[in-house]
């Protein structure tokens, strides 16, 4: 199956999500798959790096209800949750269904009850991802391209994520997403992602 483009989807571009390490540093695979650069993220980045060498990363289900990501609720229907509590715009779909108008493709896999990754589709139809504080990526643990991340190799060294998910439509407005790295019952913890 050939990707199809789509214009509202974003533009693969390293560059933004590199252009300063607290950038890099602090926005990981949930960000990507956002495709949001939060202020707030950086700027808590640049204080916990001077003081602890690490950066707190955006989890999913923290500007709900939810704590911490505990191992328990690594699973798919979990995290699902966690995505819906943050994000009530965003839905599953499947890799032939189109998404709506302004909106545009992710995915989710799981090592289960030890982590999870997300995916996204760019412009050109084609996925990237963005590991942990890395650089974003177009490819996959084999060096291929990556047409769909369910076909694609995601049996990384530490992290072998074995179990695909789903697929989601997401909005491109960054006004309709929400990520967070603390809440209020939450705040010491510290991702080494």
Same mark, same amino acid.
């Given at each position: 199956m050939k990707p199809e483009k789509n214009?509202?989807?974003p533009k693969y571009?390293?560059?933004k999500w590199t252009r300063n390490k607290y950038i890099q540093r602090?926005?990981?695979?949930?960000?990507?798959f956002l495709n949001k650069i939060d202020k707030k993220v950086t700027n808590a980045c640049k204080k916990t790096l001077k003081k602890s060498g690490k950066c707190l990363l955006p989890q999913p289900g923290l500007t709900g209800?939810? %704590?911490h990501n505990p191992k328990r609720s690594l699973t798919c229907k979990a995290l699902h949750r966690r995505i819906k509590t943050d994000n009530k715009k965003v839905f599953k779909t499947t890799i032939k269904k189109k998404c709506p108008k302004h909106y545009y493709k992710g995915a989710l896999a799981v090592d289960p009850k030890k982590t999870y990754h997300f995916y996204r589709q760019d412009r050109s139809g084609m996925w990237s991802h963005k590991d942990g504080p890395k650089k974003p990526t177009k490819y996959d643990k084999a060096g291929k391209k990556i047409k769909d991340p369910k076909k694609s190799n995601r049996n990384y060294k530490t992290d072998k994520y074995p179990k695909f998910c789903n697929y989601y439509?997401?909005?491109s407005s960054t006004r309709r997403k929400k990520q967070s790295i603390?809440?209020? %019952?939450?705040?010491r913890n510290?991702?080494?992602k």
């Open positions: 214009k509202y989807a571009n390293q560059k602090s926005h990981n695979c949930y960000s990507y209800k939810y %704590k439509c997401i909005p603390t809440n209020k %019952k939450w705040s510290i991702f080494k």
